[in-house]
């Protein structure tokens, strides 16, 4: 039986919240469950799973999902949501910055090949 590590959707249309359960790869996303070994809570930022059980099933060929994976990696590494950032995107002002001395490169070095020739 192919078993996989995965979320299951409890809460109310407006305030999703998870467990995390192990289940068998066919059955639908709010089927029976194997274990439950978890929770995560996206709108509070909660998440607790047991990793010794995620490490017993995942021994016995159970495969976790991306959502779950990133899960267990912040639970080994102590980190929570709130503490992880995502790196900000420069603006367009930066951007054009960059462009601007890119461009001013490529002219300085298309330029000095040609007075050598």
Request: proline share 4%; hydrophobic share 35%.
């Amino acid at each position: 039986m192919a078993v996989r590590i995965r979320l299951k959707k409890t809460g109310t249309r407006n305030s999703p919240c998870f467990r995390v359960v192990v289940m068998d790869i066919r059955s639908q996303r709010d089927g029976d469950a194997l274990e439950y070994v978890g929770f995560y809570d996206p709108r509070h930022q909660n998440e607790n799973i047991d990793l010794a059980r995620v490490d017993h099933w995942v021994s016995c060929g159970a495969q976790p999902s991306e959502t779950v994976n990133d899960i267990i990696f912040r639970a080994r590494n102590g980190k929570k949501l709130s503490d992880i950032q995502k790196p900000k995107k420069p603006s367009k002002k930066a951007r054009a910055k960059v462009a601007a001395a890119a461009a001013a490169v490529a002219a300085d070095a298309t330029g000095g090949e040609e007075q050598k020739q």
